[in-house]
């Protein structure tokens, strides 16, 4: 990416974290997640950007919607949110051309000590993971600080799914793998664009279709978190495109 390409993209970056933000917010106790979907949609719609997973892979709404044991893609649906609940907001917009993701799971309401836990060390995971992209670094060694950090702290990392380039397309390459062995894939070079996504589960890290037909869910029901931004490889470390 040139970086006036990038530039724009961080400006998409901004409109996403503002919008998921709100809908942070918003996710208490008795809200439906399809309320959550059409105020992100509506949110998007009005801030000059448009949603950049409606449509996409037939995906029919702007914002993915992760209960407990879903890990990521799930649907919207009447589903009111309760007490004790952790869900997965996900979402992603087409700014001038160019998109951007961003993700964080969210408390509803109280929730228990475990499911604390699990959200803290996911998130710190997608720091350390933030820390250490940089040019020169291998994709394996990237992959493998992220999951040393998450096994050491008794949590599993889904091998299913990762995280990805970005740019004019929803997903490019390369793969950012939230495990991995030193010296192995590719090597990140300035000017990329990626998203990094651990995705950790407090049992097995094997996946299964969720009751949608749509997202992934735990296979043994146990529950998972999931945190993204996207962000610039530069000569510094990496820029993160998707905050205010």
Do not use: W
Not at 11 to 33: F, N
Not at 84 to 90: K, P, R
């Amino acid at each position: 990416m040139t970086p006036d390409e990038i530039q724009i993209m961080a400006e998409g970056g901004k409109i996403l974290a503002i919008v998921l933000q709100k809908i942070e917010k918003m996710a208490q106790p008795g809200i439906t997640t399809l309320e959550l979907d059409r105020t992100a949609e509506d949110l998007i719609l009005k801030s000059g950007a448009k949603p950049a997973f409606k449509g996409y892979e037939n995906f029919p709404y702007s914002l993915c919607t992760s209960v407990n044991d879903v890990i990521v893609h799930g649907f919207p649906s009447n589903y009111k949110l309760r007490d004790g609940d952790i869900v997965g907001l996900d979402l992603g917009v087409l700014y001038k051309g160019y998109n951007t993701y961003i993700a964080v799971t969210v408390a509803v309401g109280k929730i228990s000590v475990a499911a604390k836990r699990l959200l803290q060390v996911t998130e710190e995971a997608l720091f350390i993971g933030i820390k250490n992209a940089r040019a020169g670094i291998k994709t394996g060694d990237l992959g493998q600080t992220i999951q040393d950090y998450i096994e050491r702290q008794g949590y599993g990392v889904v091998r299913e799914l990762c995280g990805h380039g970005i740019g004019k397309n929803v997903h490019e390459e390369p793969k950012i793998p939230n495990y991995g062995k030193k010296g192995d894939g590719i090597t990140l070079v300035e000017g990329m664009v990626v998203c990094i996504e651990p995705m950790v589960t407090i049992g097995d890290y094997h996946l299964k279709k969720a009751e949608d037909g749509y997202g992934y869910a735990t296979k043994d029901g146990s529950l998972s978190a999931h945190f993204e931004h996207t962000l610039a490889i530069t000569r510094n470390g990496g820029e993160i495109l998707t905050t205010l």
